[in-house]
């Protein structure tokens, strides 16, 4: 089935309506200067200041619109810069925890921030998980693709 050019064009075609409705959801909310700044700034500078989570957010795709638009975010929990870059440890706020969409949002945040060249590596911070009742976590930990740590742990 993954082999069907069909279902290929209906993924691609979804994947780009879904990525026009984010950036169209994201320019009603978002100064573009603002953002334009965040995404230049070196995230080696910003790490630790008012401005890393916000530099964190810029680079994110079309997961940051479901972040906004549900009322959630992220917070760095932990953060380490060595020669490679920065290893980060984030958790998700306000309506993001214990959401059952919470898998794919966890992936789209990690493979967007991975796919920034300051960032070798983004894990979950493990109270993440207590958010969750037992069949939540269950399904996390089983399709969330993603790394938990304690933050005790992280480094």
């Known amino acids: ?3 069907d050019p069909l279902v290929a064009m209906y993924a691609q075609q979804a994947e780009a309506a879904m990525r026009a409705e984010a950036e169209r ?3 009603d909310v978002l100064d573009p200067e603002e953002e334009e700044r965040l995404r230049n700034l070196p995230l080696v500078t910003a790490a630790g200041g008012a ?6 957010l810029s680079r994110l795709g079309p997961v940051r619109a479901a972040l906004d638009g549900h009322g959630g975010g ?6 380490t810069l060595d020669d490679l ?3 980060l440890v984030l ?5 993001c925890v214990s959401c059952g969409a919470a ?8 493979a967007d921030l991975e796919a920034d060249s300051e960032v070798v590596r983004v894990r979950f911070d493990a109270r993440l998980l207590e958010g969750f ?3 939540g976590r269950d399904f996390v930990l089983t399709h969330g693709g993603v790394e938990f740590v304690s933050v005790e742990d992280a480094s």
């Open 133 to 135: 009742d037992d069949l």
């Open 74 to 79: 992220i917070e760095v929990s932990a953060w």
């Open 25 to 27: 959801r994201m320019a």
């Open 91 to 95: 958790d998700l706020t306000g309506a």
């Open 1 to 3: 089935m993954d082999d």
């Open 103 to 110: 898998p794919g949002t966890l992936q789209g945040v990690r």
């Open 85 to 87: 870059g920065l290893d």
């Open 51 to 56: 401005h890393f989570v916000p530099a964190l």
